[in-house]
């Protein structure tokens, strides 16, 4: 007799959703705190260019309290210090050096090394082997976001140092060396900021909302101040000043807050 075949139905299991939890009351409460946290602000001094008190400013601790971040930081500024960095350096290769278009002697028969060409690396006069090349490209990517943040990372390491001085507005109607140095000496007054007549390159930076003729020609004979826009304004240039001057602080807020958005 034939064997009866048994078939088993396969049944399907079907996948139930997690059961999403309610939000609790903690839970919430922390979203809000973080969200009171980026808007917490800081008071700073407004001086005017005579060294006088003019008010005070709110600081956003998203740009002036950010936590030091040394590796992104070093980074950051080693990747700017590369992009500056130009290709000067240049040896010839034995195909670039004049000459060496005949062979010196026959190939056999004279008792002497076989040679092709006069012009080779271990010849006098010939062309140098791994030498250094113009075309070679040091340049690193930097991501804009990372640069955003290492700027804030240095602005709030000297604003937390006292290094950071907000004045309300520069004006100075004519290029003269003289009154750029006697708003620096008024500056100086102010605690923290003696060392602002000095002569070192990198004593004072000056960052403008909008530099002038007459503001860049008047500073450009002051060896310890450097005059930047505040657009420009960079963790390598923030780092390598002794104490930063900020003119317009709620401009400048503006575009500080710009590059928390946009990272440029």
């Known amino acids: 007799m034939a064997e009866k075949k048994t078939t088993t139905k396969k049944t399907s299991v079907k996948k139930v959703a997690p059961k999403k939890e309610p939000v609790t009351k903690d839970a919430a409460e922390k979203v809000v705190q973080k969200v009171q946290d980026k ?44 992009n500056k ?13 004049s000459g060496g278009g005949k062979k010196p ?30 075309e070679k490209d040091y340049s690193k990517k930097i991501n804009r976001k990372m640069r955003a943040k290492a700027l804030f990372s240095v602005l709030s390491k000297k604003f937390s140092d ?46 403008l909302p909008e530099i002038t003729e007459a503001i860049k020609k008047s ?11 505040t657009a420009e304004l960079s963790a390598l240039s923030a780092l390598n000043a002794s104490r930063l001057v900020i003119i317009d602080p709620k401009k400048a807020l503006e575009l500080f807050e710009k590059k928390t958005v946009s990272g440029k």
């Open 162 to 207: 006292g290094h950071v001085l907000f004045v309300e507005s520069l004006s100075i109607g004519a290029p003269k060396t003289k009154d750029a140095a006697a708003i620096l000496s008024s500056l100086a007054g102010v605690k923290g900021f003696e060392s602002l007549t000095s002569k070192k390159k990198t004593a004072a930076l000056i960052a």
């Open 105 to 134: 002697w026959k190939q056999k028969g004279t008792g002497r090394a076989r040679h092709g060409s006069s012009r080779s690396p271990i010849w006098v006069g010939g062309g140098v082997t791994h030498g250094p090349r113009n």
């Open 39 to 82: 808007k917490k602000t800081l008071e700073a001094t407004i001086y005017s260019q005579t060294g006088t008190s003019a008010g005070t400013v709110s600081l956003p601790e998203s740009i002036f309290a950010v936590k030091w971040n040394n590796d992104l930081v070093h980074q950051v500024v080693t990747g700017m210090l590369a």
């Open 85 to 97: 960095r130009t290709s000067t350096a240049h040896a010839k290769d034995r195909s670039e050096v």
């Open 219 to 229: 500073f450009s004979n002051i060896p310890g101040a450097t005059v930047i826009a």
